[in-house]
């Protein structure tokens, strides 16, 4: 097989062990979905992402050790972080394609990245009662 560079990155934080860890493998062209399973099942932390380069930016994936996910915040700010100060990414703009949801990107503004991630109508459920009991009885107010 061949070698896969990966990172473990601390995102939300600027101090070794005080953020949410996301590991990040860089990929020149997708390996199979069982193959990228294993990697993240590997590294066993709760998301590992995975991009590949594009003509508009990269395409991206997140894995957790037992599934493939819709959307990640920490390992895309992770994948970000590697994109521009590992790779020396030029832009100050990162897009990213998704297969789940569609288009994001990340915009770099010093030392700081700002992700743009799509919004999502809220829904109104009913809590089932076994919830409840988790709750100590309490229930949520409508907002």
Known sequence: MKEIDIYQVEAFTD???AGNPAAV???KEWLPDNILQSIAAENNLSETAFFIPTQ???ELRWFTPK???DLC???T???SH???NHLKYPKDKI???TRLVGPLSVTRNDDFLTLDFPSWTPESITIPEAGIAGLNGLRPREC
């Open 15 to 17: 101090r070794l062990f």
């Open 25 to 27: 493998c860089p990929l």
């Open 56 to 58: 508009d930016g990269f």
């Open 67 to 69: 599934v493939e996910i």
């Open 73 to 75: 915040g920490h390992a």
């Open 77 to 79: 700010l992770a994948a």
């Open 82 to 84: 590697v994109i521009f």
């Open 95 to 97: 897009e990213f394609g």
